[in-house]
């Protein structure tokens, strides 16, 4: 099995950051694409960022410019730079993983817990 932690969030004003971390830990051969999604209350989950092995990276559109996705792969951490943040960021923040475990060809995707962020004056 593979556990992600999230840590970072928390209360910040509109125009403040935070910096968001998910550790992977557990049964890890090789981890692939690690991400970053959020779900605000009433709305659907969506991806926020996503970053390859290689260091390849994604952003959706509302943080392009805002966000920094990075990650360690010797940590198996991810994490995420909010800057400029505003009260439509407010939602739980989620990372996943797409791990392989062992010898065998076989991928399967892990979800943290969530961490909350709020943006708030």
């Known amino acids: 099995q593979v556990r992600l932690v999230e840590s970072g969030g928390g209360l910040v004003q509109p125009g403040g950051s935070l910096r968001l971390s998910c550790a992977a830990s557990?049964?890890?051969?090789?981890?692939?694409?690690m991400g970053w999604y959020r779900q605000a209350p009433g709305k659907q989950r969506e991806l926020v960022s996503v970053?390859?092995?290689?260091?390849?990276?994604n952003y959706a559109d509302p943080v392009k410019g805002r966000f920094t996705i990075s990650r360690d792969n010797a940590q198996n951490t991810v994490f995420l730079q909010m800057n400029s943040l505003t009260p439509e960021d407010t939602a739980v923040y989620y990372c996943?993983?797409?791990?392989?475990?062992?010898?065998?060809?076989?991928?399967?995707?892990?979800w943290g817990q969530g961490t909350q962020v709020t943006v708030s004056s």
């Open positions: 996943n993983a797409e791990v392989r475990s062992d010898w065998r060809p076989l991928v399967n995707t892990y």
């Open positions: 557990g049964s890890i051969f090789r981890i692939f694409d």
């Open positions: 970053i390859s092995s290689e260091g390849s990276t």
